[in-house]
């Protein structure tokens, strides 16, 4: 008898055909690869509302934790009419600024002057729906930074950069900055204490260490450039002591000149970022998800091996792209993307990268921003749920909940066919025998035994049908079980065992088996 070791390299695949995903894990939820194991991502446990009782999914579109001077710990969160903060025991006050612009919840055809292509129907009269997703507005995003213990935001809709002081209590809502610009796309707080607010394509930055003060003169450090580019600016962040800009076309970085500049710009990538929240920083740089792609700028643009592409960009519904937002898990070296899929309006699916190990994960979890832990003992994510009433069928009025992540193994509220189950399955595992090989025995390698299911799928060569095994339920992880398997191809798949929830750990499996006749 042989020992056959299903000794499959870490990561999902899934690019290009079945045949090159042969012998690699091609199809996932909630899993990850860390520490040399398959695990479980972690589940999640209501945080708190941010409302309720709405007919629309009210997804905030933007999130941001930090402490004051004295140790307090504050959370924000922006929806497309409203801005909430938080404090530690998720006590909720609107700061919404008095006549902020409403955005939008999602992407809306533009019907009106400047919509669509130009020279495209009847001059004098509003355009129709082009019908193919062309000319639409993306969803309201936020962007969040601080002014020393003050909060500092501002969304892409409204364009207005807002200041919020940390009166809970009242509370006081937040007000415009003074003097600031307006038709604002991002911002970002510098190291040094500049604020650097981005239009269109023009940076200003306010005087060292005075918000109020943005006109440039000659006996201050305020000033504004141009970029020299077609795009239009999405994100702003700090990378390495440099301020980091992406537009939809290019990126470029701001470095630190003094007086009489003070800032000098250089353009470091012709590849522009997919949305204005696609992006994330980690200590090796800014990850961000591009176009047809994915980049890390650690002083020099370089572009990330991705085994998942074909899949993502197939999947993203593209009219709502502009909501993807990605998020750290530090503790598991990752970054998250959440992105609305073609069988969505907004985000319901995942994918995630180990910058340590070089490996992707995909899965299904409804969530529309999030932030890592450091401030909050563990990440708080935002989710809003649309359900219908399984007896009338009538929508249920939705409510958006935040969410703490990476605690416990249950998934309450998930949706989706395979949403809250965690499962790894493998394309076809070439067994190696000229001729068919017959399985006797699984053999598990698992921390705790019995933890997850197994299920084979066999057959006899690249285009035949897959025989199921067991053809109904699935193998037991408990003990080595007898099996009666034969093919000369198989695939295999580790679902978590739902009457025992654990954060389990997949190791090696093997099979004992021995080559029989040829057919």
């Not at 809250?420 to 025995?441: A, C, M, N, R, Y």
């Not at 019995?450 to 003990?479: A, C, F, Q, R």
């Amino acid at each position: 008898m042989a020992i056959i070791p299903l000794k499959i390299p870490e990561g999902i695949y899934k690019n290009g055909t079945d045949n090159q995903g042969a012998g690699r894990w091609t199809s996932a939820n909630l899993v990850r690869f860390y520490e040399d194991s398959i695990r479980p991502v972690l589940g999640w446990r209501f945080w708190a509302y941010v409302d309720s009782g709405y007919s629309d999914q009210r997804c905030p579109r933007g999130i941001h934790a930090w402490r004051n001077n004295g140790g307090s710990r504050f959370l924000v969160v922006g929806q497309y009419d409203k801005v909430y903060a938080y404090t530690v025991s998720a006590n909720k006050a609107d700061i919404t600024p008095s006549g902020m612009v409403t955005g939008r919840l999602k992407a809306e055809e533009n019907l009106s002057y400047g919509g669509g292509t130009y020279g495209s129907q009847t001059y004098g009269t509003q355009r129709t729906s082009a019908g193919d997703g062309s000319g639409h507005l993306p969803a309201t995003i936020y962007h969040f930074d601080n002014w020393g213990e003050d909060l500092l935001f501002m969304h892409t809709d409204d364009g207005k950069l807002y200041r919020w002081e940390l009166d809970h209590t009242t509370p006081t809502l937040a007000s415009q900055v003074v003097n600031s610009p307006t038709s604002l796309k991002a911002f970002v707080t510098t190291e040094n204490r500049f604020v650097m607010a981005c239009q269109a394509r023009t940076i200003n930055w306010c005087t060292q260490e005075n918000i109020t003060d943005w006109t440039p003169l000659s006996t201050n450090s305020a000033g504004s450039f141009t970029l020299n580019t077609s795009g239009t600016i999405q994100s702003a962040t700090r990378v390495r002591k440099q301020a980091f800009f992406i537009t939809d076309e290019d990126c470029w970085v701001a470095n630190y000149l003094g007086s009489p500049f003070y800032w000098g710009f250089e353009r470091v990538g012709s590849t522009g970022i997919i949305s204005p929240r696609a992006f994330a920083n980690v200590d090796t740089g800014c990850i961000y998800m591009g176009h047809r792609g994915f980049y890390l700028y650690n002083g020099q643009l370089q572009k990330i091996n991705c085994e998942i592409a074909d899949f993502f960009f197939d999947d993203l519904n593209k009219t709502e792209s502009g909501q993807i937002y990605a998020v750290t898990n530090r503790q598991y070296s990752e970054v998250v993307w959440f992105y609305p899929s073609t069988s969505s309006t907004h985000c319901n699916k995942y994918i995630s990268w180990n910058y340590e190990k070089n490996v992707w994960s995909v899965g299904e979890c409804e969530r529309s921003c999030g932030v890592d832990r450091g401030v909050f003992e563990l990440p708080i994510y935002a989710s809003s749920l649309s359900k219908t009433d399984a007896g009338t069928g009538t929508p249920v009025p939705a409510s958006v909940m935040l969410y703490e992540h990476e605690v416990g193994v249950s998934y309450p509220e998930a949706v989706g066919n395979t949403a809250g189950v965690p499962f790894l399955e493998s394309g076809d595992i070439d067994l190696g025998q000229d001729k068919i090989l017959h399985l006797t025995k699984l053999i598990p390698d698992e921390a705790n035994l019995g933890d997850v299911n197994i299920k084979l799928k066999s057959k006899l060569y690249p285009t035949s049908s897959e025989t199921t095994h067991p053809s109904s339920g699935s193998y037991s992880s408990t003990n080595p079980t007898p099996i009666r398997v034969s093919g000369k191809q198989l695939k295999v798949r580790f679902e978590a065992n739902t009457s025992q929830p654990s954060d389990f750990r997949i190791g090696t499996f093997r099979m004992e088996g021995k080559a029989g006749g040829g057919r």
